[in-house]
T-cell receptor, first 113, second 114 residues
């Protein structure tokens, strides 16, 4: 596709359940970022993938959060044992390299009841 | 750590009014600076950027100048339109660094009334 896509667009889950959020990057973009947009914290960096290098996980808020990027393309962000404070919009952004403009997907709105 | 601070909103203006949204940053070194915009129901879009001191970014009538001496990157527009109603985010990043991740301000919601 022409842009970054994310799925699902909305996800409602119960506290304690696991969720998976998906990001499909722009073709050829080797760098991929996950951010979280929440009312209390604004926009926060979560994790960064660059090619086949080990991801930079320095922004992940807890060990309940993890992410994978298969074949340098699609990425999945997994949140285990969700808590109400995990409710937020999760944004994916991709770019050709860390020297270039990041393009954002529309986000997944996660609501934990 | 590095951070970005921008004026809190919401900001409400009449059409054709002058807009300023203040943004300051703290960083070790000289990051690149950005303004992103989020229109209602849409994703984040890059509005403009500046990569070094004294650079001026401009787009769609918006401008911002990278001021190293005041560590600022204020967004301005001479005559706002209703279609400019959106949330504006100031951000910094070290291009080409180990991450290149963006550090965002909390956003300023702008509403322009006809």
């Amino acid at each position: 596709g022409a842009g970054v896509s994310q799925s699902p667009s909305n996800k409602v889950t119960e506290k304690g359940k696991d969720v998976e959020l998906r990001c499909d990057p722009i073709s050829g973009h080797t760098a991929l970022y996950w951010y979280r947009q929440s009312l209390g914290q604004g926009l926060e960096f979560l994790i960064y993938f660059q090619g086949n290098s080990a991801p930079d996980k320095s922004g992940l808020p807890s060990d309940r959060f993890s992410a994978e990027r298969t074949g340098g393309s699609v990425s999945t962000l997994t949140i285990q044992r969700t808590q109400q404070e995990d409710s937020a919009v999760y944004l994916c952004a991709t770019t050709v390299s860390s020297y270039n403009e990041q393009f954002f997907g529309p986000g997944t709105r996660l609501t934990v009841l | 750590g590095d951070s970005v601070t921008q004026m809190e909103g919401p900001v409400t203006l009449s059409e054709e009014a002058f807009l300023t949204i203040n943004c300051t940053y703290t960083a070790t070194g000289y990051p690149s600076l950005f303004w992103y915009v989020q229109y209602p129901g849409e994703g984040l879009q890059l509005l403009l950027k500046a990569t070094k001191a004294d650079d001026k970014g401009s787009n769609k009538g918006f401008e911002a100048t990278y001021r190293k001496e005041t560590t600022s990157f204020h967004l301005e527009k001479g005559s706002v339109q209703v279609s400019d109603s959106a949330v504006y985010f100031c951000a910094s990043s070290f291009y080409g660094g180990s991450q290149g991740n963006l550090i965002f301000g909390k956003g300023t919601k702008l509403s322009v009334k006809p």
